[in-house]
């Protein structure tokens, strides 16, 4: 039972374009959604959060959206630099727990 | 440290054989999480420990995993009689306290490639 799905395996843009990342989960009960980036032999490390009760945060060239009704979140990236090829996950903690749940991932493309 | 610190880097151990894992978190973190990432999947939480409460071990697939926080700092995770499917990489997370890692996420340690052949 996947609660927070990342149906795109790949994304390939050119650089300077946006990357659009999507996330789609089930729980209603999550209270807070974030963004990792993982590089290979690296582990993720923390991008962005946003809170459920807000509908976008942005931070420089990263701005997430989330909308609550769909249970939809999906991180921009713009412009794309090479630099951003990585794996995205998207993950989500809910109100009493501690624990984080994570998607499969997105591998990001930038070609330059 | 500056850092979280996983060892060993790499494992390849023979199918039936016990491992061990070790994750040393950031000082002063409270909380920590044992993670792993099997080939084309995401991250499955395993085990997460908080101060000096019981650990949330809701994650642990089987009864031959089992993990230890000793004096609040370093954890061991421990893998009994591995098995071919346990290969993956496990990937071990502190944070400050209870509240910080919902808005502002873990720090990751860069993992422990384990190959069960």
């Known amino acids: 039972d996947q609660q927070v799905k990342q149906n795109s395996p790949s994304l390939s843009v050119q650089e300077g374009r946006i990357s659009i990342l999507n996330c789609d989960y089930t729980n209603s009960m999550f209270d807070y959604f974030l963004w990792y980036k993982k590089y290979p032999a690296e582990g993720p490390t923390f991008l962005i959060s946003i809170s459920s009760i807000k509908d976008k945060n942005e931070d420089g060239r990263f701005t997430v959206f989330l909308n609550k009704s769909a249970k939809h979140l999906s991180l921009h990236i713009v412009p794309s630099q090479p630099g951003d090829s990585a794996v995205y996950f998207c993950?989500?903690?809910?109100?009493?727990?501690?624990?984080?749940?994570f998607g499969a991932g997105t591998r990001l493309f930038v070609k330059a | 440290g500056a850092g979280v610190s996983q060892s060993p880097s790499n494992k390849v151990t023979e199918k039936g054989k016990d491992v061990e894992l070790r994750c040393d978190p950031i000082?002063?973190?409270?909380?920590l999480y044992w993670y792993r990432q099997s080939l084309g999947q995401g991250l499955e939480f395993l085990i997460y420990?908080?101060?000096?409460?019981?650990?949330?071990k809701s994650g642990l697939p089987s009864d031959r995993f089992s993990a230890e926080r000793t004096g609040g700092s370093v954890s061991t995770l421990t893998i009994q009689r591995t098995q071919q499917e346990d290969s993956a990489v496990y990937l071990c997370?502190?944070?400050?306290?209870?509240?910080?890692?919902?808005?502002?996420?873990?720090?990751f340690g860069s993992g422990t490639r384990l190959t069960v052949v």
């Open positions: 420990f908080q101060g000096n409460s019981a650990p949330d």
């Open positions: 993950a989500a903690t809910d109100t009493g727990g501690f624990k984080t749940i």
């Open positions: 997370a502190s944070s400050l306290g209870r509240v910080g890692p919902r808005s502002h996420g873990y720090t």
């Open positions: 000082s002063g973190h409270t909380a």
